[in-house]
C-alpha cells in the first residue's frame, strides 16, 4: 500500500490538474467529433448532436454520483476506473455504426469522464490555495483545447473515425498515469461516516451560483455568430473574433491563478466576484450595440476573460465555504446542467430575435452575484 500523498503535494496538484484537462478530451473536441459521427458512422446530423448531448448526460450523471460516493471511494481508484472505462469505451467506437450503438457506448465515454473530471475537481478543491490551482487547471483545459482543435482535425482526416476514437483513448491513458499520483486525501469524518454537510443555505448558494453564471454565458454563446451576423458582419470576421478571444479566456484563468489571492486579500473575495461578474453583465449587455468588427472582437475579449476568471474564483469561493471538498463536487454538476439548459432556453429566445438572448443572459449573469452572496459572507463554515 502507498503512502498517502497529502492534497498539498506538487505531484498530486499537478495530476488533477493534468487530469482535469484530458478528462473532458471529448467536450472540447466535439466539431470534429460530431462530424466524424456524420461522415464516418452514418449518423444524421441531428443523431449526431443528440448523441454528443448523451454523452454529456453521461458526464452530468457521473458527477453527481461522485458527490454522493466521494468519501467511501479512493480518489486516485476512482480516477483510473473512471479513464479506464472512457478508454474502453472509446476503443470499442472505432468500428461502431448506427444511433443505437453509438449513443450507448458514448453515454458510457462520458460517465467515466465524469468521474475523472470531478475526481480532479475535489482533489483541488481541500488544497490551501483552491482559486490558484482552478485557476491553472482552467487555463490548461483552455489551452489543451486550443492545441487538440489544431491537431486532432489532422489526426481524422488522416485516420478517420479509427484514429480519432484510438487517440482519446490514448489521452485517456496519459489521464491514468496521472491518476496514480492524485491525492486520496480526506478531511475527517463526521458521526455518520463522512464530514458533516454544509448549511442549507451555503449549498443552496453555491450550486445556485454555479448554475446561473453557466447559464447566463451558455445562452448568448450558443448563438455568438448570429450576433456578428444581425450587425452585417461576415462568417470570417466572426469566426475570427470567436477564435482570437480564447486566448483572453486563458488570460482569464491564469489572473485569478496569479492575482486571486492578493486581490481579495484587499478587496475580499465577494468584491473580486464583483468585479468580474459587473464586467461580464456589462460587456454582454453591450452585444447589444451595432457590432463593428473591433467592437466585436473586444467584448468577445471581455467575454471570454471573465467566463474563465468566473469560474476558478467561483469554485474557490465554493471550496472557501466548505473545505471539505462537498460542495465543490455537488456544485461541478451545475456547470453542465447550465450548458446543457442554456441552449434549450436560447434556442426558445432567438424565435423573437437575438436581442432576447441577449439580455437574457446578461441577467442570469449578473443574478448570479445575488445568488452567492451567503458564500461569500463574512463568516464561513471550516468542516476540514
Avoid at 464516418?40 to 448526460?57: C, D, F, H, K, N
Amino acid at each position: 500500500m502507498r503512502t498517502p500523498r497529502g492534497p498539498d503535494a506538487p505531484a498530486a496538484i499537478a495530476a488533477a490538474i493534468v487530469i482535469g484537462a484530458l478528462s473532458p478530451s471529448s467536450l472540447t473536441m466535439m466539431p470534429v467529433l460530431v462530424q466524424a459521427f456524420v461522415e464516418r458512422a452514418g449518423l444524421t446530423e441531428a443523431q449526431a448532436g443528440l448523441v454528443a448531448s448523451i454523452e454529456v448526460l453521461g458526464i452530468l450523471a457521473s458527477t453527481i454520483g461522485f458527490s454522493f460516493l466521494q468519501f467511501r471511494l479512493r480518489w486516485s481508484r476512482a480516477a483510473m476506473a473512471g479513464l479506464g472505462l472512457f478508454i474502453c469505451a472509446n476503443l470499442a467506437s472505432t468500428e461502431v455504426s448506427g444511433f443505437a450503438a453509438l449513443a450507448c457506448l458514448r453515454f458510457a465515454a462520458g460517465l467515466g469522464a465524469g468521474m475523472s473530471i470531478a475526481t480532479g475537481f475535489v482533489a483541488l478543491a481541500i488544497t490551501r490555495h483552491p482559486d490558484r490551482w482552478f485557476g491553472w487547471m482552467i487555463a490548461a483545459v483552455l489551452g489543451y483545447a486550443a492545441i487538440g482543435l489544431w491537431f486532432v482535425p489532422i489526426i481524422y482526416r488522416a485516420g478517420g473515425l479509427a484514429a480519432l476514437m484510438c487517440g482519446f483513448a490514448c489521452v485517456g491513458l496519459l489521464g491514468m498515469i496521472a491518476a496514480a499520483f492524485i491525492t486520496d486525501g480526506r478531511p475527517a469524518e463526521g458521526p455518520l461516516g463522512g464530514p458533516a454537510a454544509a448549511p442549507l443555505l451555503l449549498r443552496a448558494s453555491a450550486l445556485l451560483s454555479l448554475f446561473l453564471f453557466f447559464l447566463g454565458y451558455g445562452i448568448i454563446w450558443t448563438y455568438m455568430t448570429l450576433v456578428g451576423n444581425a450587425s452585417g458582419l461576415t462568417e470570417q470576421q466572426s469566426s475570427i473574433a470567436l477564435t482570437s478571444s480564447q486566448i483572453f479566456g486563458i488570460f482569464g484563468a491564469i489572473a485569478v491563478a496569479l492575482a486571486a489571492e492578493p486581490v481579495e486579500a484587499r478587496i475580499g473575495r465577494r468584491g473580486a466576484l464583483a468585479i468580474i461578474i459587473c464586467l461580464g453583465t456589462a460587456g454582454t449587455a453591450c452585444f447589444s450595440l451595432h457590432q463593428s468588427f473591433v467592437l466585436f472582437c473586444a467584448l468577445n475579449g471581455v467575454f471570454q476573460f471573465t467566463w474563465n476568471a468566473g469560474q476558478p474564483a467561483l469554485l474557490g469561493a465554493v471550496a472557501a465555504a466548505d473545505q471539505s471538498g462537498r460542495l465543490v463536487t455537488a456544485a461541478v454538476p451545475m456547470q453542465f446542467l447550465g450548458y446543457t439548459v442554456g441552449p434549450a432556453i436560447a434556442a426558445l429566445l432567438v424565435k423573437g430575435g437575438i436581442s432576447p438572448v441577449i439580455w437574457v443572459s446578461a441577467g442570469f449573469i449578473a443574478v448570479s452575484f445575488l445568488a452567492l452572496l451567503p458564500l461569500t459572507g463574512k463568516s464561513k463554515t471550516v468542516l476540514f
